[in-house]
């Protein structure tokens, strides 16, 4: 079965370095997506992506970070100077359709990232 | 703002029992509401609910949505260890091109022998 895969799995990094999250969503899927989870809380949205766009993002996504779709199969997610706070489970999701057709999205298996 | 609510926050039953899980929403303009079972990292989906009293049914779960009332509800019967995890509820909105989906806090089951 087709599925997202998210790299590294897991990352420690010094606070204010640059971290970038890597995903390869479902070949033919179109819509692409960031979530984070702080430990404990609950999953919450950062940002959507199609059509080599940003299509939406929450409060969270703010300078700091960026999104891109480098090539054909990659979707990167760049914290440019990590904080503390940004310590969470990033997780990267594909859908085929967007909300339109209330599409499932597929989530991958996360990248936890800890900023010392 | 959009809010998902989900109860009980945590719940610990014995194989074979029988659970129900809830899920209410307040959206603005509701599209569709997910369920996804979250063991140790990705939330793996489960259901997609858009029409009011339809029951979507996989094995031992199946779920409702009423959208009169604003909430869903999943049950599942005769559960086993496997059953563990953590099971969340999301919303999709008819905001944005994309979906974009709004999570409850989610609710903890713990199946014991």
């Known amino acids: 079965e087709p599925e997202v895969t998210q790299t590294p799995s897991h990352q420690v990094t010094q606070m204010g370095q640059e971290v970038i999250l890597r995903c390869v969503p479902i070949?033919?899927?179109?819509?692409f997506y960031w979530y984070r989870q702080i430990l404990g809380q609950k999953v919450e949205f950062l940002v959507s992506?199609?059509?080599?766009?940003?299509?939406?993002k929450s409060e969270i996504f703010d300078d700091q970070f960026s999104v891109e779709r480098p090539d054909g199969s990659n979707f990167t997610l760049k914290i440019r100077s990590t904080k503390l706070e940004d310590s969470a489970m990033y997780f990267c999701?594909?859908?085929?359709?967007?909300?339109?057709?209330?599409?499932?999205?597929?989530f991958g298996e996360g990248s936890w990232l800890t900023v010392v | 703002e959009d809010k998902v609510v989900q109860s009980p926050l945590s719940l610990v039953v014995h194989e074979g029992d029988t659970v129900t899980l809830n899920c209410s929403y307040e959206?603005?303009?509701?599209?569709?509401l997910l369920w996804y079972k979250q063991e140790k990292k990705a939330p793996t989906f489960l259901f997609m609910l858009?029409?009011?009293?339809i029951e979507k049914k996989s094995g031992r779960l199946s779920s409702i949505l009423d959208k009169k009332e604003l909430f869903s509800i999943l049950n599942i019967t005769a559960t086993q260890t496997g059953d563990s995890a953590v099971y969340l509820c999301?919303?999709?909105?008819?905001?944005?091109?994309?979906?974009?989906?709004?999570f409850g806090t989610g609710t903890r089951l713990q199946v014991t022998l």
């Open positions: 992506f199609y059509n080599n766009e940003i299509s939406e």
């Open positions: 858009t029409s009011s009293g």
């Open positions: 999301a919303e999709i909105s008819n905001t944005g091109t994309a979906s974009k989906l709004t």
């Open positions: 070949s033919n899927h179109l819509y």
């Open positions: 999701a594909s859908s085929a359709l967007g909300r339109a057709s209330g599409n499932t999205i597929y």
């Open positions: 959206v603005t303009n509701f599209r569709s």
